[in-house]
């Protein structure tokens, strides 16, 4: 089975200072692995990916998460957030041989403060 | 439109009730999926349709969930006798195809259901 860990619940921070949202997971088989946004009252955005190749993967509106394969984690983080960054984040794995089923971490609500 | 819809956005009813989620997914995508958000719970898969099929129907929580597609298009979750336990934010998603971690999910922004 597979399982996913956001050890932080809410993360405040300043605008325009870094922030990094921890998500670390358990798998036996090999998994892709995934981060989503949610914007109040809105259903989920796909932030970005990991599929194969380069651990280091970039969206297209400054977000970056690094597959670390040791570790089992797959951290996201951005250099400087936006008031506009304030929503819930998730993390997600599936299986690579039968990928379907999401599974998702508990969540990280980021509150970009002014 | 474009995305997922889903309808209706919310969803008050007495326990006891019978109640139908609809989702529309993006045109062209064949595989359907339902996901429920609660408090409890976090994000929850219940069951995925790839055509009018569906393989996997584990995460359906009880016998009282069903849910069926038609035309390969739409799709409707039941919840027959729903009880208090049963409200939540149901999510459905819609992708190419599945199978393929490259073909990313899209989701709908929900039905938000309250069971008094």
């Known amino acids: 089975a597979q399982s996913v860990t956001q050890l932080d619940s809410q993360v405040p921070v300043f605008e325009e200072a870094p922030v990094e949202l921890r998500c670390n997971y358990s798998s036996s088989v090999s998994v892709y692995l995934f981060w989503y946004v949610q914007y109040p009252n809105q259903g989920l955005q796909l932030l970005l990916k990991y599929l194969s190749g380069s651990t280091l993967v970039e969206s297209i509106n400054g977000f970056e998460a690094e597959f670390n394969k040791s570790q089992t984690s797959f951290h996201l983080r951005k250099p400087s957030v936006h008031i506009s960054d304030t929503a819930e984040y998730f993390c997600a794995v599936t299986r690579m041989d039968s990928s379907y089923k999401l599974i998702f971490g508990s969540g990280t609500r980021l509150l970009v403060r002014p | 439109g474009a995305g997922v819809s889903q309808s209706p956005s919310n969803k008050v009813t007495e326990k006891g009730k019978d109640v139908e989620l609809r989702c529309d997914p993006i045109s062209g995508h064949t595989a359907l999926y339902w996901y429920r958000q609660s408090l409890g719970q976090g994000l929850e898969f219940l069951i995925y349709f790839q055509g009018n099929s569906a393989p996997d129907k584990s995460g359906l929580p009880s016998d009282r969930f069903s849910a069926e597609r038609t035309g390969g298009s739409v799709s409707t979750l039941t919840i027959q006798r729903t009880q208090q336990e049963d409200s939540a934010v149901y999510l459905c998603?819609?992708?190419?195809?599945?199978?393929?971690?490259?073909?990313?999910?899209?989701f709908g922004d929900g039905t938000r259901l309250s069971i008094l």
């Open positions: 998603a819609s992708s190419l195809r599945v199978g393929q971690g490259n073909q990313p999910q899209h």
